[in-house]
T-cell receptor
Framework: DVKVTQSSRYLVKRTGEKVFLECVQDMDHENMFWYRQDPGLGLRLIYFSYDVKMKEKGDIPEGYSVSREKKERFSLILESASTNQTSMYLC?????????????????FGPGTRLTVT | GEDVEQSLFLSVREGDSSVINCTYTDSSSTYLYWYKQEPGAGLQLLTYIFSNMDMKQDQRLTVLLNKKDKHLSLRIADTQTGDSAIYFCAEWARATNKLIFGTGTLLAVQP
């Protein structure tokens, strides 16, 4: 089974702090994603990565950056946390199109990190 | 642009069937997915359907796809209290190489 783990389930940080959210997957997937989930807005893509050291902006990258130094690890960084970044953060991974299984491009999700910025 | 829409809430009685609906805009979508999110957890892939199919059945789950109307539905037969969760519809947007998620439908199952 694919396993995607996230470093923390719950985090409380102060405004202005630098915050690191870590995500690790164990299935040798090329693609990794960071989303935030807010009530009534569904999942919004922050950043994604197709390979080591590669990153692409998603729909809401402002205020965030990412790092992918190793294939299995994708980190989301909040350079200076603000209260409007209080949210549930979800990491996901998927294989490349060429290696996609019968389900195409399905993504596998971690359990999420609920971040509160006070 | 791509957009996926779902109703926000559905309430059913235990033992009844639930039908969760979704509409999408990208006519070139090749794969469409249903995910389930239980309270405090991440998203779990429930099932998917390829765009050349009209229907897919998997135990209590039936997915119906109407490509002409860009309408996708998930039917859960004999709904149980353990089915209470948020259900997300998602389409694979070929143009942007991204999964586009709906806002999610909260399914509440009354005993």
């Amino acid at each position: 089974d694919v396993k995607v783990t996230q470093s923390s389930r719950y985090l409380v940080k102060r405004t202005g702090e630098k915050v690191f959210l870590e995500c690790v997957q164990d299935m040798d997937h090329e693609n990794m994603f960071w989303y935030r989930q807010d009530p009534g807005l569904g999942l919004r893509l922050i950043y994604f990565s197709y390979d080591v050291k590669m990153k692409e902006k998603g729909d809401i990258p402002e205020g965030y950056s990412v790092s992918r130094e190793k294939k299995e690890r994708f980190s989301l960084i909040l350079e200076s946390a603000s209260t409007n970044q209080t949210s549930m953060y979800l990491c996901a991974s998927s294989p490349t199109a060429g290696r996609a299984g019968a389900g195409g491009y399905e993504q596998y999700f971690g359990p999420g990190t609920r971040l509160t910025v006070t | 642009g791509e957009d996926v829409e779902q109703s926000l809430f559905l309430s059913v009685r235990e033992g009844d069937s639930s039908v969760i609906n979704c509409t999408y805009t990208d006519s070139s979508s090749t794969y469409l997915y249903w995910y389930k999110q239980e309270p405090g957890a991440g998203l779990q892939l429930l099932t998917y359907i390829f765009s050349n199919m009209d229907m897919k059945q998997d135990q209590r789950l039936t997915v119906l796809l109407n490509k002409k109307d860009k309408h996708l539905s998930l039917r859960i037969a004999d709904t149980q209290t353990g089915d209470s969760a948020i259900y997300f519809c998602a389409e694979w947007a070929r143009a942007t190489n991204k999964l586009i998620f709906g806002t999610g439908t909260l399914l509440a199952v009354q005993p």
